[in-house]
């Protein structure tokens, strides 16, 4: 799957309407000479997901993830990446993609940047 890299500081803006369920779509936000790469997808239950391209705990390997069968692998433990969303039981031992807010409408699917950054943020320490 091809990254989507967004100029410096630079917010996303996607027309719901491109978003088939299941595929996967990779972006790449950058500010301030960081780089984080996040994911969007709307699951087959319609729901829009954006999601830091990693799990919390393996966040140092980041860069050994890839995209297989609309799924974000995880290059260290070699498992499919859940969405770390509300209420939902996450399976056991199994790598959880860590949510990014963003906002919704009919038109306009928007993630902020500094969204994307601050998330990563948190990961790294």
């Not at 972006?27 to 087959?44: D, H, L, M, N, Y």
Request: glycine content about 4%.
């Amino acid at each position: 799957i091809p990254v989507v890299a967004l100029g410096e500081g630079q917010n996303l803006h996607l027309d719901p309407r491109n978003l088939s369920s299941p595929q996967l779509h990779l972006f790449e936000a950058s500010a301030s000479g960081q780089k984080v790469k996040f994911i969007v997808q709307r699951t087959p239950d319609q729901i829009v997901h954006v999601a830091v391209a990693s799990c919390r705990a393996c966040y140092r390997n980041r860069s050994s993830h890839y995209a297989k069968n609309n799924e974000l692998i995880c290059g260290k433990c070699e498992e499919a990446m859940d969405f770390e969303s509300k209420g939902k039981q996450m399976r056991a031992n199994h790598c959880a993609l860590v949510e990014i807010p963003h906002s919704e409408s009919d038109r306009d699917v928007a993630v902020l940047a500094h969204d994307v950054l601050a998330k990563a943020a948190t990961l790294s320490q």
